[in-house]
């Protein structure tokens, strides 16, 4: 069976359904889950935002970007009827200020994205002044970009100040405390509910006026926090966080070149260096790799695990799908093999050559690089995040996207596009696929049983909605909020709210 594909969207005259045809008898209906707060916040925000750059993001991103909202737009009506107007900006809040927050994000970035959101519902709750954040450049990524680099600065502050005030650089008086060696930093304790920072971290910026926190990825809990902070995150995740002009334009070009030769599959191929030897998952590799992968584990000091037992791990579902895995993996999902697929990674390791069982069973495969001309890119070539950037982009586009890992990015574009409509994300089983991978490579299933297995397997895997699973105290094995941001989704099952 191979998968159709139908139009990709449509919406009706009201905006109120909207139909997404992914096989020929099987029409899945979306209604606008979004709740109605989101819907209100998103009325207020698209009043603030600018029209020209109303207008340029919906070229981007296309109805599909505003298929969860509750309108319908398509660019060149907008443009018939609006004329560029000033942006209206939400009245500021006003707030006794009780100091000033400077963060370091640490990590790649999806990792500090999703950290922005928590770092500003924190400094919202805290009701201080949030400094934009610093990110990280020492991570392995050594990105020397700054936050103006990646996402639109003036938008960022200007569309959260009815809710928490945000400056670029510490007042010319405190500034110089700092300078003088003054600051205090600290990094907080991880996964933390909002009393830990009304407890331990309040009392500290009151006391000091200006602290630092120097490490930001997963400080907040995914569950036991107030509706309002949550419904923040999101914001701050789905509006407030804007890429800037010149990468939403390249990720433009990148759609459109691909929208033209009709759907897509992003394929987020973590099948790259970095994961290999932090992970030690050498399945397949020649000793030669594994040396190498071995070598860079132990030259990282922030990696902490160095003894690993690939095999052992790969059997857990912990290691990402090889290229070859995944190549049988999309074949057994009945994807369609001349489907294009855009490789939204870095440089795959061991290149072509490990490459080339996945371009024999897919041959349209595509990347940044073969999309467009080395001109385009060259910008952008020696910024990681900025690719990572695009490669969002495209992913959050893509008519179904698929992760090899459950990395950051992979959970963040996950809870985007449910955000986005419940847009199709195939979630891998990859401790039941390599199972079924050996058994099929050792003859004891047939092809049409691993299909099947595969198939049956993944029906429920769709990134349809659902509630996540909270395991008190283990956060880390728990289902990770951002991939299922559910308090800003209308999830099936939930009646409309008529407020
Ligand atoms: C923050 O300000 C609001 C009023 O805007 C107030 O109700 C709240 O108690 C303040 N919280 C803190 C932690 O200062
Ligand atoms: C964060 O600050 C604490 C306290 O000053 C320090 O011990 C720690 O090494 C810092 N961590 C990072 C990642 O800079
Ligand atoms: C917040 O965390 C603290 C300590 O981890 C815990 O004692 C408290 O019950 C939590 N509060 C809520 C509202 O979950
Ligand atoms: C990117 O980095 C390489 C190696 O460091 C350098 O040779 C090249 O000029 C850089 N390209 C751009 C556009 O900055």
Not at 246 to 262: D, F, M, N, P, T
Request: with cysteine; net charge positive; glycine share 6%.
């Amino acid at each position: 069976m191979v998968l159709k594909w139908g139009k990709d969207y449509c919406c009706d005259t009201k905006g109120i359904k909207m139909e997404l045809k992914v096989e020929k008898h099987e029409t899945l209906i979306i209604r606008p889950r979004i709740k109605m707060w989101m819907a209100r916040a998103i009325t207020i925000v698209l009043l603030w935002t600018s029209l020209v750059q109303l207008i340029a993001l919906g070229e981007l991103l296309g109805p599909s970007l505003l298929r969860g909202m509750p309108y319908c737009f398509s660019s060149p009506s907008v443009d018939k009827f609006l004329a560029p107007a000033k942006a209206v900006l939400p009245p500021k809040r006003i707030y006794r200020n009780n100091g000033y927050l400077l963060v370091s994000c640490n990590g790649g970035l999806n990792q500090m994205r999703s950290a922005i959101c928590d770092m500003v519902a924190i400094a919202r709750h805290l009701n201080v002044t949030l400094i934009v954040p610093e990110l990280d450049k020492a991570s392995f990524w050594a990105d020397s970009s700054d936050f103006k680099d990646i996402f639109d600065v003036d938008h960022f502050i200007t569309s959260l100040r009815d809710e928490v005030r945000i400056i670029k650089i510490l007042p010319p008086k405190i500034k110089k405390r700092v300078e003088l060696g003054l600051l205090y930093s600290m990094p907080p304790i991880s996964w933390s509910n909002i009393s830990y920072y009304e407890n331990q971290v309040l009392p500290l910026l009151l006391k000091h006026k200006v602290i630092h926190l120097n490490r930001t990825d997963a400080r907040l809990a995914n569950n036991g926090l107030p509706a309002e902070i949550q419904k923040l995150r999101c914001r701050v995740n789905f509006n407030a966080l804007r890429f800037t002009t010149q990468i939403e334009e390249l990720g433009r070009r990148i759609v459109k070149v691909l929208r033209e030769k009709g759907p897509f599959l992003a394929l987020h191929l973590r099948y790259e260096m970095d994961m290999l030897a932090f992970s030690g998952c050498t399945h397949d590799c020649d000793s030669k790799e594994e040396e190498e992968l071995t070598r860079m584990r132990y030259a990282y000091p922030g990696w902490k695990e160095k003894v690993i037992n690939s095999e052992l791990k790969r059997k857990e579902g912990l290691c990402p799908l090889t290229p070859e895995e995944t190549a049988l993996v999309l074949s057994a999902l009945g994807i369609d093999h001349n489907v294009q697929i855009y490789i939204a990674s870095g440089e795959i390791y061991g290149g072509e050559k490990r490459m080339a069982s996945l371009l024999g069973e897919f041959p349209n495969l595509v990347r940044k690089e073969t999309l467009l001309e080395p001109s385009e890119l060259m910008y952008f070539q020696n910024h990681s995040s900025q690719m990572a950037a695009v490669d969002y982009l495209v992913s959050l586009e893509s008519d179904i996207f698929i992760p090899t890992y459950d990395g950051n990015m992979a959970k963040v574009v996950e809870g985007h596009r449910r955000f986005l409509g419940f847009k199709k994300t195939i979630l891998l089983d990859r401790r039941l696929l390599v199972n079924l991978i050996d058994q099929y490579y050792n003859g004891l299933l047939s092809w049409d049983e691993f299909f099947t297995a595969v198939k049956e397997a993944h029906a429920y895997r769709m990134g349809s909605p659902k509630r996540r699973i909270i395991i008190p105290d283990k956060p880390k094995e728990e289902d990770y909020f951002y991939a299922n941001p559910q308090e800003c989704l209308q999830l099936l099952d939930e009646p409309l709210e008529s407020t």
